[in-house]
T-cell receptor, first 110, second 113 residues
Framework: DAKTTQPPSMDCAEGRAANLPCNHS???????VYWYRQIHSQGPQYIIH???NNETNEMASLIITEDRKSSTLILPHATLRDTAVYYC???????????FGAGTTVTVRA | ETGVTQSPTHLIKTRGQQVTLRCSSQ?????VSWYQQALGQGPQFIFQ???????GRGNFPPRFSGLQFPNYSSELNVNALELDDSALYLC????????????FGQGTRLTVV
């Protein structure tokens, strides 16, 4: 019951910015956009989340369109350690669960 | 590291057996959720515990059950194991406020033979 659409895979050159798109056209007003990533055989790692404003932290930036129907996660300077599956998740303020889709497999190449 | 620890890291069980997986929450967190991740798929929500009671459940049969203890640690129990139960089982802890992030443990890899 994932509410998001992501490309299945993408490549990125080491040191360049990685821009990961996510469509969430049915998002409602009280739903947040979350991003997690999962490096092989590890638990998912929280990256960032936002409601309507753009957000930035030490890991990434989250750009949410004005109509909130899509967003982009930006890894400013990708490294080989950023190779992982990235999940975009829409979650309501009263939701108790994270609904993971298939995510985007990001491969950073030297 | 997130401060969420799971044990054991790997486990092999025989079909029909029962298994108990354990999770220690991050300090300050009072909510624990469990997820099942089959190979090549995203994690699927099993259930969540808050104040020692189940307060949300995904599409899993009753043979999947859990406990949360006063120190907020948790157990996942699976009875009558089936081959399809082979998966990575993930525990996530968070605070009761839903719009905060959840922190995951490294998971327990269960193989049912």
């Amino acid at each position: 019951d994932a509410k998001t659409t992501q490309p299945p895979s993408m490549d990125c050159a080491e040191g360049r910015a990685a821009n990961l798109p996510c469509n969430h056209s049915t998002i409602s007003g009280n739903e947040y956009v979350y991003w997690y990533r999962q490096i092989h055989s590890q638990g998912p790692q929280y990256i960032i989340h936002g409601l309507k404003n753009n957000e930035t932290n030490e890991m990434a930036s989250l750009i949410i369109t004005e109509d909130r129907k899509s967003s982009t996660l930006i890894l400013p300077h990708a490294t080989l350690r950023d190779t992982a599956v990235y999940y975009c998740i829409v979650r309501g303020s009263n939701d108790y669960k994270l609904s993971f889709g298939a995510g985007t497999t990001v491969t950073v190449r030297a | 590291e997130t401060g969420v620890t799971q044990s054991p890291t790997h486990l092999i069980k025989t079909r029909g057996q029962q298994v108990t997986l354990r999770c220690s929450s991050q300090s300050g967190h009072n909510t624990v959720s469990w997820y099942q991740q089959a190979l090549g798929q995203g994690p699927q929500f099993i259930f969540q515990y808050y104040r020692e009671e189940e307060n949300g459940r995904g599409n899993f049969p009753p043979r999947f059950s859990g406990l949360q203890f006063p120190n907020y640690s948790s157990e996942l129990n699976v009875n009558a194991l089936e081959l399809d139960d082979s998966a990575l089982y993930l525990c996530a802890s968070s605070s009761v406020t839903a719009n905060t992030e959840a922190f995951f443990g490294q998971g327990t890899r269960l193989t049912v033979v």
